[in-house]
């Protein structure tokens, strides 16, 4: 006998009769954990098309415009990052739109843990795009970094302050309209006081600091307010 | 990461180990429960290495705590062609730890470091064991032949 058909044989050398109650010990086992990496492919994967879509469109019309008008490359990104933001924060407040926050909070991974998942694959995914963005306007890495970034943040803690006040459609149409108006901020500051020109990015830095740091602590609230819902 | 094939193997190899099909499926249990009350391995070969180490010393806790009837021979009913039969006496000849080899390696299909893991040997021991005992074998089956 070869040694693989003796390998293959061996299969057939330890027999075992079924066993009696391995259905109901399997039904009766909590789910395997799930690593943090697993866990994050997975939600990505339930975030809307839309959602991917509406970062996709983003990140080609900016692409589009720095190859048709590269002198309006950073004012009109800037302008367009606010709807990627939307979609962001729009994704997180998923569950209070359609009313499902209390069936999320039953289920096997928390509405805390999907809405941070969520939002954190999809700001990941916008980091990147921003940083494949930077590089191209005309205006040097760090400026057009901070350019992008601002109005990107300033729309996410709109958004995120909406979503958290106001429940359903409503709360989602209060971010849109933040949306809409960083974008309106972005065309007057370009058309009205030059606010992108070298002299005046010293305004921008502090700017970008306070829309971070509100950032940061309106999403600690809205964190905060899941585990108040699930307290209650 | 399957549960229902771990299952299977770890079921496979305590029915082996204690050729008593009830405490075989208690102690695939028990070991499951150990391993998710400790909450530790997230992937598959480190639950695995877990689970067989934690089998082995329940199978070894349940013969020394009775003693345990051997499996009869052949499942009743079925019809085991002469090679198979010959194969199984073979198996039969070689030591335990041997068999124990030839069972997690060949039959249960677990990788080298799941082996050495949880027998406590280096994985160059579980390389040398198992080619050893797979050379027996043939030995032995080309002995048997006319």
Avoid at chain 1, 53 to 59: D, E, G, I, T
Avoid at chain 1, 92 to 104: D, F, I, K, P, V
Avoid at chain 2, 27 to 50: H, I
Wanted: charge should be positive; charged fraction near 20%; include cysteine.
């Amino acid at each position: 006998m070869k040694k693989s058909e003796l390998k293959r044989a061996l299969r057939d050398a330890f027999p075992a009769r079924s066993p009696a109650g391995k259905r109901a010990f399997l039904r009766s086992l909590p789910p395997a954990p799930v690593s943090h990496l697993r866990f994050l492919l997975g939600q990505a994967g339930h975030i809307r098309k839309s959602a991917w879509a509406a970062s996709a469109a983003v990140f080609a019309l900016a692409l589009a415009v720095g190859r048709l008008a590269p002198r309006d490359a950073v004012w009109a990104t800037a302008a367009l990052t606010p709807f990627a933001a939307m979609a962001a924060v729009a994704e997180g407040g998923r569950s209070a739109l359609y009313g499902m926050e209390e069936l999320e909070l039953s289920a096997r991974f928390g509405l805390k843990s999907v809405a941070l998942a969520r939002m954190g694959v999809l700001g990941l995914a916008h980091a990147l795009l921003l940083a494949a963005l930077a590089p191209l306007g005309p205006a040097g890495l760090v400026r057009t970094g901070v350019y992008l970034l601002t109005p990107y943040l300033l729309t996410a803690l709109l958004g995120m302050a909406a979503l958290r006040r106001l429940r359903g459609r409503e709360g989602l149409y209060a971010a849109a309209a933040a949306a809409v108006l960083t974008a309106g901020l972005s065309l007057v500051l370009h058309s009205g006081p030059d606010a992108y020109a070298p002299a005046n990015f010293r305004w921008w830095l502090p700017a970008l600091a306070a829309a971070a740091v509100l950032t940061g602590r309106e999403y600690r609230n809205t964190i905060k307010r899941t585990e108040e819902l699930s307290w209650n | 990461m399957d549960i229902e094939t771990i299952y299977d193997k770890l079921y496979r190899y305590c029915c082996h180990r204690l050729r008593d099909t009830q405490a075989a499926e208690d102690v695939t249990q028990e070991a499951f429960a150990r391993w998710l009350a400790a909450g530790v391995c997230r992937t598959e070969n480190e639950a695995l290495r877990y689970l067989y180490a934690v089998a082995r010393n329940l199978c070894a806790d349940e013969y020394r705590r009775k003693r345990l009837d051997p499996l009869p021979p052949d499942l009743p009913g079925q019809d085991i062609p002469l090679e198979s039969l010959a194969l199984r006496q073979a198996v039969a000849a070689l030591s335990q730890k041997e068999q124990e080899l030839i069972l997690m390696r060949y039959v249960n299909c677990e990788p080298v470091s799941v082996i050495a893991g949880a027998l406590g040997v280096s994985r160059f021991a579980v390389y040398r064991r198992t080619s050893a005992a797979l050379a027996k074998l043939r030995r032995m089956l080309k002995e048997d032949e006319p």
